[in-house]
């Protein structure tokens, strides 16, 4: 079955430091990348997804994810952290082929907190 | 409308009562999804419909769970008998189709239910 891996449940980083929240998938075929932003309180917001073309994919709010099939990575990263940054991201998959309805399998989820 | 709707968007119930979670999808959208989130478990998906049909309803976790969908629009989750472990954030999606993973999947910002 399909699995997502988030490594580390909190990330701190200082206003202006680089962001970086990691995600690795399994799965023998590279399925389709998303990255999700909740911010208290509130629903799901699509930040940046991953489906064939190029491999470094752009998204919303200055972030911005690579996709490596050689490490099963999909990263997302933003070079300089704003307060209004601090939420919790979700990173997430859906199988390529098959029948899978557009189901998406959710990591964990990294909460992102920015200091001063 | 212009986003996806959820009501109520809180709900205190005591233990054995039903309740009733309703979303509104984004209008024109085919796909509509429900997904639970809860601290001990993550987002967990529930129950995809095309349509009025559910052609994937796997991830209900008993059969004090049930879901409808009517008109191509309106969905209510039904929670029978509830527990204590019910209680989590009931969160609805919509997508203008399911088997394309390139169709954004737009999120409500859920219905919190708390079973005392």
């Known amino acids: 079955a399909q699995s997502v891996t988030q490594l580390g449940s909190h990330v701190s980083v200082s206003e202006g430091a680089l962001v970086l929240l990691r995600c690795n998938y399994s799965s023998s075929v590279p399925p389709y990348l998303f990255w999700y932003v909740q911010y208290p309180n509130q629903g799901l917001q699509l930040l940046l997804k991953y489906t064939t073309g190029a491999t470094l994919v752009k998204g919303i709010n200055g972030f911005e994810a690579e996709f490596k099939k050689s490490e099963t990575s999909f990263h997302l990263t933003k070079p300089s952290a704003h307060m209004s940054d601090a939420a919790e991201y979700f990173c997430?998959?859906?199988?390529?082929?098959?029948?899978?309805?557009?189901?998406?399998?959710f990591g964990q989820g990294t909460i992102l907190t920015v200091h001063p | 409308g212009a986003g996806v709707s959820q009501s109520p968007s809180n709900k205190v119930t005591e233990k054995g009562k039903d309740v009733e979670l309703r979303c509104d999808p984004i209008?024109?959208?085919?796909?509509l999804y429900w997904y639970r989130q809860s601290l001990g478990q993550g987002l967990e998906f529930l129950i995809y419909?095309?349509?009025?049909?559910?052609?994937?309803k796997s991830g209900l976790p008993s059969d004090r769970f049930s879901a409808e969908r009517t008109g191509g629009s309106v969905s209510t989750l039904t929670i029978q008998r509830t527990q204590q472990e019910d209680s989590a954030v009931y969160l609805c999606?919509?997508?203008?189709?399911?088997?394309?993973?390139?169709?954004?999947?737009?999120f409500g910002e859920g219905s919190w239910l708390t079973v005392v």
């Open positions: 999606a919509s997508a203008r189709q399911g088997e394309s993973p390139g169709n954004t999947i737009y």
């Open positions: 997430a998959v859906i199988p390529a082929g098959g029948t899978s309805y557009g189901k998406l399998t």
């Open positions: 419909f095309q349509g009025n049909s559910a052609p994937d």
């Open positions: 209008s024109g959208h085919t796909a």
